[in-house]
C-alpha cells in the first residue's frame, strides 16, 4: 500500500477513536470549549488530510461536519443530542469508508449527499427548527447553473475556484487575506484552513507528544522473542559460571546478566499499554446503548492509566466491550424503574482498573437492579443447566455465577444490545483463556460488580518448579497459594478417605491429586514421608498437589506448545529452563479438571468437618443442627454432629431387600430409612449418613435445607413416633427428630423403641457424662425432650467439678465403657445409671430410648424413695 | 525432464525420501522432555537452540517396533518447520541426497498398509532398493489427522 495512504489511514483512524471519546464527553458538558476544540481540530486535520491526498468523498463528509461543529464553536448553534447524533453518524461513515480504503486503496463509489445535506440543515439550525433537511438540489443547483448571483450566504461564488463555496467553506481570497494580516508568529492560526498537520497542543494533557514514534507491532515482537533469548542465554551462561569456582569471566558475566535484566525490563514496557486504549470505544457504547434503550446511564471510569500488556489487552477488549453492554442492558434499569427504587434517574457504569500483585483488576460495576436470583435460577432449570435438586442447594452466589455458564441469557427479550445467548460464557472462556479469573457480586437493588482478574503479561511468568520421578514440571506462580511438606516426621500427614487422598490443614480438608496421577505417570506413589504439597487455588476450588519435590521459582517465558500438543488441557505452554532443558508448564485449570468429580464431595465434607469443629468449639449448650425437610413442608431438625455425611445419592443404585431399601456405600450395604417422606425411585436422593463403630445407615429425606447454630430449647413434647418435640429455630417452628427411632427402623440394631413419653411433673435435673460427643448429641436433647433439665459433661473430671459445684443433679447418666462412674457416688448423692454403647452388659444401652428413660424413671423413683 | 532432489534416511530397514527443500536441519536430539499423556508418536520436546522443537518418533508414528538404541541421543532428527512451529522427526540414519526424476515416481501399491500410505507420496524403484517419498505434513499431523481427512 501507498505509504502515504497507509500512514493517513493509522492516523485518521485513532483521531477518529479520539472524537468518539471527546463528543459523548462534549454531549454531556456543551460548554467545554477546550474539548470543542480538539474535535473541531481533528475533523479538520482529517478533512485537511483527505482534500491533500486526493479523497473527494471523505474530505466533502468531513467538511460538513466540520461546518456544524464549527458553529457549535462560534456558539451559533445549541449543542443537541440529535446533532451529537448526526456528526458521530457522519463519523462512522468515515470509518466505513476508511475501511473500503484499506481494504481496495480507493474510495467506494456512491456518495454521502444525504448525510452532508443532514448536517448542513444541521448547520443552518434546521435540526432546531425542525425544517425537513433542504433539497439535494439546492447543493447541487449551482454548480448546474454557473451564476455568481444566484449565490447566497451558504453558497457564495469563489471566483478562484470557480465554484460556489460550502457552506462554511472560505474562498481563497479571504484565506490570502487572511494569511497578510495575520502577524508572523500568529501565522500558526491560519494554518489550519491552509493544510493536513495537525498541530503539537502542549496544553492538551492527553494530547500526544512529540516524543513518541510509531513502531510496527511485528518489531516489538520480534524484540520481545530475542530478549527472551537473550534471558535464557544468560541464564546458562549464569549457571556455568556458578559451576566454576574461580572465572575471570565472572565480572563481565554479571554485568551482562545486569544489562540483559534491564534490557527485559525495557522491552517488557513496550510492550505495554495504559488500559484506557481499550476503554476509548466505551462511552460511544454506553451513548448509544443509552439512547437506544432510553436510559441515562453515566460511564465513570478510574484507573486508564494502569498498564498491562498489548497482548493481554487486546484480548480483554472484546470482553468488556461485551460486559459493559451488558450492564448497559440489564444492569441499568430505565429512568421510570430508577425513580421508583429511588434512585437517582442517571445510572452509573463504574470501570475501575488496579494492580494487585502482578495482576490487574477490572471491576465492572453498576448501580442497577441487581440480579435476578430467582430468575436466574428458573432459566437455569428451563435451560436444563442445572436440575431441581441442584437448584435447591446452591446458595445465591453460585446461583448468580450461572449466568457464566453456556448458552445462559436471561434478558427477556433479545435487544440489539444484547441478550442473544453468548454471552457471559464468552466473556469467561476468553478471560480464562488469558489465565484470568472472573467473578461477581451482586446485591439484589443496589447493583452487580464484575471483577476481572488477569495477568500483566503472557510472555514471562514467575513459576514454581516441580518435580515428579524423572520429570520436571513449571507451575504457574499465580495459583499456588503455599507448600506444605507432609510426611511422618512434619506435623502434616497425607490421610486418606477411601481411595481419595487428603490433608488436614488448618481446620479444613484439603483434597488432594497427585500430580503423578493427573499425568498418567508411572508412579509408586513417591515416598509418602517424603511429600510436598503444592496448594493451589483455581477460581473457588482449592486443592492440594501431590508432588515429589519443589526445586525454586524462576521466571519463565512462555513458549506456546506446538498445536499437536495444544490439544491437551493439562499444559498451557512450555518453556527452557536455565539449564537448557524444555519443560512443561501445567495449567492449574486443567489440572484442577482431574480433580472434578471428587471435589464436590470433598469440598462439601471439610465444610461439615469445619462446622462439627466450630460446633465443637462452640460454647454452652449451642450446637449446630441441620434443617431439612422430609414428607412435610415443615423443617426438621437433628444434631448435625449425629451426621457423619451429607450425601446425593443416585435413587437408581437402591435396592430393595426383605429388612427395606439398602445401597451399596463405600464399599458397604448402608441400610436405608426415610425420615419422614418416600425413598426416591430415581434422581439424586439426599441422605444423611450416621456411623457407629462400623456401621452406617442412611435417613433418607427430601432435601437438606440449611445449617444452625442454636441453642436447642425443645418447647413442646410431641407424642408422634420419631419426633423428639418441637423448638424454635430461625424463627420457625421446627419438629425435632428423633434419629434413634428412625434408625432403628432401618437397623434394628440400633434399637430406639418409640416408647410414650410420660408426663412430667417437676423437671429433674440429669448429669449426662459421656466422653463421646456423639453420644452426648445425640442423648442430651432426648433425654431433655423428655423433659429433663440436662448438663453435660465429658469427663469424670468434669462430672465431678459439675458435682461439686451444684449438688441438685437427681440422676447422673454416666458411660460405663471407658470409666468407672462409681468414682462418683464419692461426690454426690445422686443415683447414678451406667449407661454402655454394647447391649450386653448390665449398664443401660445408650441406643436404647425406652430402656434409658426407663432407667432415668426408676432413678429417680428410688432416689425419692430413700 | 524436471528432476528433484531428496534426502534420504532410513527408519527400521527401509529407506525413505524427503525433498531437499523441506528440511531445515539434521540435528542429534539431546535432552529430551518426555510429555506425559501425549500420544505415543511423540517423544517429547526438546531445546534446539533456543527453540523448542516437538520430537515425532517416527518409528511410532509408523507403527514400526522402537529402536533398540534405548537412548534418542544416539539417534538422528530431521529439523523441519511448519505452520511456524519446529518439530523433528526421530530417524534411525541419515543417508545421502540423491537427484531422482518426478516422472519416475510411482504410485503406491495398493496393499501398502493404511498408515503408510497416508505418509508416501510414492515410491522410487532405485537400483538395490525401493525408495517411499514421505509426505511429512502428513508425517507430522499425527495419526488422528489422518483419519479426520478420510472421514472429510
Redesign the interface.
Known amino acids: 500500500m501507498d505509504d502515504l495512504l497507509s500512514e493517513f489511514l493509522t492516523e485518521t483512524s485513532e483521531s477518529l477513536d479520539v472524537v468518539d471519546v471527546e463528543l459523548v464527553h462534549f454531549e454531556s458538558c456543551p460548554d467545554d470549549k477546550a474539548t470543542l476544540n480538539n474535535i473541531f481540530r481533528l475533523v479538520h486535520t482529517i478533512k485537511g488530510t483527505c482534500g491533500f491526498i486526493g479523497l473527494p468523498r471523505l474530505e466533502s463528509l468531513a467538511h460538513a461536519g466540520e461546518t456544524l461543529l464549527g458553529k457549535f464553536r462560534d456558539g451559533a448553534l445549541d449543542v443537541t443530542p440529535e446533532a451529537v447524533t448526526l456528526i458521530l453518524a457522519s463519523i462512522d461513515r468515515i470509518k466505513s469508508i476508511l475501511a473500503h480504503l484499506a481494504d481496495t486503496q480507493a474510495e467506494p463509489t456512491g456518495d454521502d449527499r444525504d448525510l452532508i445535506a443532514q448536517l448542513e440543515a444541521a448547520a443552518e439550525g434546521g435540526l432546531q427548527s425542525r425544517l425537513p433537511p433542504p433539497p439535494v438540489a439546492k447543493v447541487e443547483a449551482p454548480i448546474a447553473a454557473a451564476a455568481p448571483e444566484q449565490g447566497d450566504d451558504n453558497g457564495r461564488w469563489d471566483a478562484d475556484q470557480g465554484r460556489y463555496l460550502r457552506p462554511g467553506e472560505v474562498s481563497l481570497a479571504d484565506l490570502e487575506a487572511a494569511f497578510r494580516s495575520a502577524d508572523g508568529p500568529e501565522v500558526r492560526e491560519a494554518k489550519p484552513a491552509a493544510v493536513a498537520i495537525a498541530e503539537p497542543d502542549e496544553d492538551r494533557k492527553a494530547g500526544p507528544g512529540a516524543s513518541t514514534i510509531r513502531v510496527n507491532v511485528d518489531v516489538l515482537e520480534s524484540m520481545m522473542t530475542m530478549v527472551s533469548?537473550l534471558v535464557?542465554?544468560r541464564n546458562q551462561l549464569m549457571q556455568m559460571l556458578r559451576a566454576t569456582a574461580d572465572s575471570e569471566f565472572k565480572t563481565p558475566l554479571q554485568r551482562l546478566s545486569g544489562i540483559t535484566g534491564e534490557l527485559q525490563d525495557c522491552v517488557m514496557k513496550t510492550r505495554m499499554q495504559p488500559i484506557g486504549s481499550a476503554w476509548k470505544k466505551l462511552p460511544r457504547i454506553v451513548r448509544d446503548a443509552g439512547q437506544d434503550l432510553a436510559k441515562k446511564i453515566d460511564l465513570v471510569m478510574e484507573g486508564e492509566a494502569t498498564e498491562l500488556d498489548r497482548q493481554v489487552l487486546e484480548l480483554i477488549k472484546d470482553p468488556l466491550t461485551h460486559m459493559i453492554r451488558n450492564s448497559c442492558d440489564h444492569g441499568v434499569e430505565g429512568p421510570a424503574a430508577r425513580a421508583a427504587a429511588g434512585k437517582s434517574e442517571n445510572g452509573t457504569i463504574k470501570l475501575h482498573a488496579y494492580h494487585e500483585g502482578g495482576h490487574i483488576i477490572i471491576e465492572v460495576s453498576d448501580d442497577g437492579a441487581g440480579l435476578n436470583t430467582d430468575r436466574i435460577r428458573a432459566k437455569a432449570l428451563e435451560k436444563n443447566v442445572i436440575d431441581a435438586a441442584e437448584a435447591m442447594s446452591m446458595t445465591d452466589a453460585q446461583i448468580h455465577r450461572l449466568i457464566f455458564a453456556p448458552g445462559f441469557s436471561t434478558a427477556a427479550k433479545v435487544t440489539n444490545i444484547s441478550g442473544r445467548g453468548v454471552g457471559m460464557d464468552v466473556v469467561k472462556t476468553n478471560v480464562e483463556l488469558i489465565g484470568g479469573t472472573i467473578d461477581l457480586k451482586s446485591r439484589q437493588g443496589a447493583g452487580t460488580t464484575f471483577i476481572i482478574k488477569i495477568p500483566l503479561t503472557l510472555a514471562i511468568i514467575s513459576a514454581l518448579i516441580v518435580g515428579v520421578g524423572e520429570?520436571?514440571f513449571a507451575m504457574p506462580q499465580l495459583s499456588v497459594l503455599e507448600l506444605v511438606r507432609a510426611g511422618k516426621r512434619c506435623e502434616h500427614k497425607i490421610e486418606q478417605i477411601n481411595s481419595t487422598r487428603v490433608l488436614r490443614l488448618r481446620d479444613r480438608l484439603l483434597p488432594l491429586v497427585a500430580l503423578s496421577d493427573v499425568?498418567?505417570?508411572i508412579d509408586d506413589r513417591g515416598d509418602p514421608d517424603h511429600a510436598c504439597i503444592v496448594v493451589m487455588q483455581v477460581g473457588d476450588t482449592r486443592f492440594g498437589l501431590i508432588v515429589d519435590e519443589v526445586f525454586d521459582t524462576e521466571e519463565i517465558v512462555v513458549?506456546p506448545l506446538?498445536?499437536?500438543?495444544g490439544a491437551?488441557c493439562?499444559?498451557s505452554g512450555?518453556t527452557?529452563l536455565g539449564d537448557?532443558?524444555?519443560?512443561?508448564i501445567l495449567d492449574p485449570n486443567g489440572v484442577s479438571k482431574s480433580l472434578a468429580g471428587a471435589e464436590r464431595a470433598i469440598s462439601r465434607a471439610s465444610d461439615e468437618a469445619a462446622a462439627a469443629a466450630a460446633a465443637a468449639k462452640g460454647e454452652g449448650d449451642r450446637m449446630s443442627l441441620l434443617l431439612f425437610a422430609a414428607g412435610s413442608a415443615e423443617p426438621r431438625a437433628c444434631p448435625l454432629s449425629l451426621v457423619t455425611r451429607l450425601e446425593e445419592l443416585d435413587a437408581s443404585t437402591f435396592e430393595m431387600t426383605s429388612r427395606g431399601h439398602v445401597v451399596q456405600y463405600r464399599g458397604r450395604l448402608m441400610p436405608l430409612a426415610a425420615a419422614g417422606g418416600s425413598i426416591r425411585q430415581e434422581g439424586k436422593q439426599p441422605v444423611l449418613v450416621f456411623s457407629q463403630g462400623d456401621s452406617v445407615i442412611g435417613l433418607a429425606v427430601d432435601t437438606i435445607l440449611d445449617i444452625v447454630e442454636d441453642r436447642l430449647d425443645i418447647q413442646l413434647n410431641d407424642t408422634a413416633p420419631g419426633i423428639l418435640g418441637t423448638a424454635v429455630l430461625k424463627g420457625r417452628s421446627t419438629e425435632v427428630m428423633d434419629v434413634g427411632y428412625y434408625l432403628g427402623q432401618a437397623d434394628p440394631s440400633w434399637a430406639a423403641a418409640a416408647a410414650q413419653l410420660e408426663t412430667r411433673r417437676v423437671r429433674k435435673r440429669v448429669l449426662l457424662v459421656d466422653a463421646h460427643p456423639f453420644f452426648r448429641n445425640m442423648l442430651a436433647p432426648m433425654v431433655a425432650a423428655a423433659g429433663y433439665d440436662v448438663t453435660v459433661a465429658s469427663d469424670l473430671q468434669e462430672a465431678r467439678g459439675r458435682l461439686a459445684q451444684d449438688a441438685a443433679f437427681d440422676v447422673v447418666l454416666a458411660d460405663a465403657d471407658a470409666t468407672s462412674p462409681d468414682a462418683l457416688a464419692e461426690v454426690s448423692s445422686a443415683r447414678i445409671v451406667p449407661l454402655s454403647s454394647r447391649r450386653d452388659t448390665e449398664a443401660v444401652p445408650k441406643s436404647d430410648r425406652h430402656a434409658l428413660l426407663d432407667a432415668i424413671e426408676r432413678a429417680i423413683r428410688t432416689g425419692e424413695a430413700a | 525432464m524436471t528432476t528433484q532432489e531428496f534426502v534420504t534416511f532410513r527408519i527400521c530397514d527401509q529407506m525413505f525420501g524427503v525433498s531437499v527443500s523441506e528440511i531445515h536441519d539434521v540435528f542429534r536430539p539431546a535432552a529430551m522432555t518426555p510429555v506425559p499423556l501425549s500420544g505415543a508418536e511423540i517423544a517429547g520436546v526438546l531445546n534446539l537452540r533456543g527453540r523448542i522443537v516437538t520430537a515425532i518418533d517416527a518409528r511410532s508414528r509408523l507403527g514400526l517396533p522402537p529402536s533398540t538404541k534405548s537412548k534418542t541421543c544416539q539417534r538422528l532428527a530431521i529439523g523441519v518447520e511448519r505452520y511456524g512451529e519446529s518439530f523433528g522427526l526421530i530417524i534411525d540414519e541419515i543417508g545421502e541426497v540423491v537427484r531422482l526424476q518426478e516422472s519416475e515416481l510411482e504410485q503406491n501399491p495398493v496393499n501398502l498398509d493404511a498408515t503408510w500410505s497416508g505418509v508416501s507420496r510414492g515410491v522410487y524403484r532405485l537400483e538395490d532398493r525401493l525408495l517411499v517419498i514421505m509426505d511429512i505434513d502428513r508425517m507430522l499431523a499425527g495419526a488422528g489427522a489422518e483419519d479426520a481427512a478420510a472421514a472429510a
Open positions: 533469548e535464557l542465554t520429570h520436571r499425568l498418567n505417570l513458549k506446538a498445536k499437536r500438543l491437551m493439562q499444559y512450555a527452557i537448557g532443558a524444555v519443560i512443561m
